[in-house]
């Protein structure tokens, strides 16, 4: 298990820009796929996208393609995500999780979760 603390939420108008970072601890993180969920009020955590270990590669829901970016820097023990036009429907608390090796659609899959971190679009 690693141990995961997310931050960098907040409010912001639709159509703006937040970037969320997720800090992890141990020496083993690259060995970790990284994915990024969020929960609205009354609705159940949603998958919002993943990234493999290397960086290398990345999947996103639909919802967030072609707006959302995942990133990590392994020397950091930091995976990001940048949220760019961003609107109302994006309102969550946003969470980063991590499991070891591939990375899974399902947040069942993952066994390591931060805090949470709440992001607010305004319209």
């Known amino acids: 298990q690693v141990q995961l603390v997310e931050s960098g939420g907040g409010l912001v108008q639709a159509g703006g820009s937040l970037r969320l970072s997720c800090a992890a601890s141990?020496?083993?993180?690259?060995?970790?796929?990284m994915a990024w969920f969020r929960q609205a009020p009354g609705k159940e955590r949603e998958f919002v996208g993943a990234?493999?270990?290397?960086?290398?590669?990345?999947d996103y829901a639909d919802s967030v393609k072609g707006r959302f970016t995942i990133s990590r820097d392994n020397a950091k023990n930091t995976v990001y995500l940048q949220m760019n036009n961003l609107k109302p429907a994006d309102t969550a608390v946003y969470y980063c999780?991590?499991?070891?090796?591939?990375?899974?659609?399902?947040?069942?899959?993952?066994?390591?979760w931060g805090q949470g971190t709440q992001v607010t679009v305004s319209s």
């Open positions: 999780a991590a499991r070891y090796g591939s990375y899974w659609f399902s947040a069942a899959g993952y066994d390591c």
């Open positions: 141990g020496r083993t993180f690259r060995g970790y796929a």
């Open positions: 990234i493999t270990g290397s960086g290398g590669s990345a």
